[in-house]
T-cell receptor, first 115, second 114 residues
Framework: KQEVTQIPAALSVPEGENLVLNCSFT??????LQWFRQDPGKGLTSLLL?????REQTSGRLNASLDKSSGRSTLYIAASQPGDSATYLC??????????????FGQGTILTVHP | GAGVSQSPRYKVAKRGQDVALRCDPI?????LFWYQQALGQGPEFLTY????????KSGLPSDRFFAERPEGSVSTLKIQRTQQEDSAVYLC????????????FGPGTRLTVT
């Protein structure tokens, strides 16, 4: 059974810092990996999706990398801003099992960026 | 265009009451998923529909949980005789196809059982 772990559970940084969020998964046979953002009382906003054949994806100040063989992904946020404060979730879609793919999520990293 | 919508956004139920949570997926999306997110945790899979067929209900925690999608569009998650451990955010997601398409999430329904 796939298990996803995110470290750290919470992170508080001053504005302007570059930071790294970590995600690890136990079964490397994945189809893709996705990073989401969740604001309080809101649903999930997809940030980046990395296919299993890719090594990284970039969007603006965000960069996500994937090392499938070691079961790890990192989300890098450059020049953090208070508006980046949210919970960040990592989720994997397994390559085996069902064809429709149910996501397995980590428990999230709560990020606070203070001015 | 319109995204996934869910109603109600918040629901308070007394223990033992039945509740019904609604999901309106993106129009034309074949696949529909329900997830449960307990406080401080990541979402966990509950059940999956492909059109009107419920192909996977392996994540439903007990037989008090029931989901349907009778016409292949709107879905309802019903919880009978609610208990305190049912308190969570219930998220619905839809995807256009049936093979590992990207899932689009609704805002969720926060259920509090008192």
């Amino acid at each position: 059974k796939q298990e996803v772990t995110q470290i750290p559970a919470a992170l508080s940084v001053p504005e302007g810092e570059n930071l790294v969020l970590n995600c690890s998964f136990t079964d490397s046979a994945i189809y893709n990996l996705q990073w989401f953002r969740q604001d309080p009382g809101k649903g999930l906003t997809s940030l980046l999706l990395i296919q299993s054949s890719q090594r990284e994806q970039t969007s603006g100040r965000l960069n996500a990398s994937l090392d499938k063989s070691s079961g790890r992904s990192t989300l890098y946020i450059a020049a953090s801003q208070p508006g980046d404060s949210a919970t960040y979730l990592c989720a994997v879609l397994d390559a085996g099992g069902t064809s429709y793919g149910k996501l397995t999520f980590g428990q999230g990293t709560i990020l606070t960026v203070h001015p | 265009g319109a995204g996934v919508s869910q109603s109600p956004r918040y629901k308070v139920a007394k223990r033992g009451q039945d509740v019904a949570l609604r999901c309106d997926p993106i129009s034309g999306h074949v696949s529909l998923f329900w997830y449960q997110q307990a406080l401080g945790q990541g979402p966990e899979f509950l059940t999956y529909f492909q059109n009107e067929a419920q192909l996977d209900k392996s994540g439903l925690p007990s037989d008090r949980f029931f989901a349907e999608r009778p016409e292949g569009s709107v879905s309802t998650l019903k919880i009978q005789r609610t208990q305190q451990e049912d308190s969570a955010v219930y998220l619905c997601a839809s995807s256009p196809g049936q093979v590992r398409d990207e899932q689009y999430f609704g805002p969720g329904t926060r259920l509090t059982v008192t």
